[in-house]
């Protein structure tokens, strides 16, 4: 049933939680399940049961609707910001097509985020999706820079990163990381995706998302 916050109509099966005294909605409903009544499994192994985002910030944009195949054919792509509907999994999988030999090729994406997800559990022993959400936590910058002309002089300003705008760099700056560890070396991108969420959930130095937030922030304490 839909409910509301500070008088406003929340959209239907979305639901809150209270971090302390502040409502955080989640849009995408957790209570899926299939005919058999259990809930669906990513890949057909990983469970979204007990997963948890722990930043509130993103809590709202990051979708974690229990889904077997994440592929939702493009339908939120005419919403305003219909992206945090969109399976993160999925997200992931979409920024692994971009760009060179794996354009426009999803289903080769598909296989390698699959991949890299059994990768993450022989390593870590942990569901791979909580460690593909931790690694999202600790990459999203909190701080940037903008630039700001007056007079003829241009001079840049620490400013504030919205939550869409941090899970949109976090993902862009792990697929990157998975795409220059493999390019013109043997090691597979399968295997450098897995290393690269596993050094991010770890918020160790070595991994190049980890390195490219604090590079960031590092830039706008400096601009403040």
């Given at each position: 049933?839909?409910?509301?916050?500070?008088?406003?109509?929340?959209?239907?099966?979305?639901?809150?939680?209270?971090?302390?005294?502040?409502?955080?909605?989640?849009?995408?409903?957790?209570?899926?399940?299939?005919?058999?009544?259990?809930?669906?499994?990513?890949?057909?192994?990983?469970?979204?049961?007990?997963?948890?985002v722990r930043d509130p910030g993103l809590r709202r944009y990051i979708c974690l609707?229990?889904?077997?195949?994440?592929?939702?054919?493009?339908?939120?792509?005419?919403?305003?910001?219909?992206?945090?509907?969109?399976?993160?999994?999925?997200?992931?999988?979409?920024?692994?097509?971009?760009?060179?030999?794996?354009?426009?090729?999803?289903?080769?994406?598909?296989?390698?985020?699959?991949?890299?997800?059994?990768?993450?559990?022989?390593?870590?022993?942990?569901?791979?999706?909580?460690?593909?959400?931790?690694?999202?936590?600790?990459?999203?910058?909190?701080?940037?820079?903008?630039?700001?002309?007056?007079?003829?002089?241009?001079?840049?300003?620490?400013?504030?990163v919205s939550p869409q705008r941090r899970l949109d760099l976090a993902l862009r700056?792990?697929?990157?990381?998975?795409?220059?560890?493999?390019?013109?070396?043997?090691?597979?991108?399968?295997?450098c995706l897995a290393d690269e969420l596993v050094a991010a959930a770890a918020n160790?130095?070595?991994?190049?998302?980890?390195?490219?937030?604090?590079?960031?922030?590092?830039?706008?304490?400096?601009?403040?």
């Open positions: 049933m839909s409910s509301t916050i500070f008088g406003e109509q929340l959209p239907k099966y979305s639901r809150v939680e209270y971090v302390g005294d502040v409502p955080i909605v989640e849009e995408c409903p957790r209570d899926v399940k299939t005919i058999n009544g259990e809930p669906p499994l990513l890949f057909g192994k990983w469970s979204f049961e007990n997963v948890v609707k229990p889904v077997v195949l994440p592929h939702t054919e493009g339908r939120y792509q005419n919403y305003r910001f219909g992206k945090a509907r969109i399976p993160i999994v999925e997200r992931l999988i979409n920024l692994m097509m971009r760009p060179g030999r794996n354009a426009g090729k999803k289903h080769k994406a598909y296989n390698i985020v699959k991949r890299a997800f059994d990768i993450v559990y022989y390593k870590t022993g942990q569901n791979p999706i909580q460690v593909f959400i931790d690694a999202i936590v600790n990459t999203a910058p909190r701080e940037e820079i903008t630039r700001i002309i007056m007079g003829g002089i241009a001079y840049s300003v620490s400013v504030d700056w792990i697929t990157e990381g998975a795409r220059a560890c493999s390019f013109n070396n043997p090691k597979p991108i399968e295997e160790d130095p070595k991994s190049y998302a980890v390195r490219k937030r604090e590079e960031l922030e590092r830039i706008a304490a400096a601009s403040r």
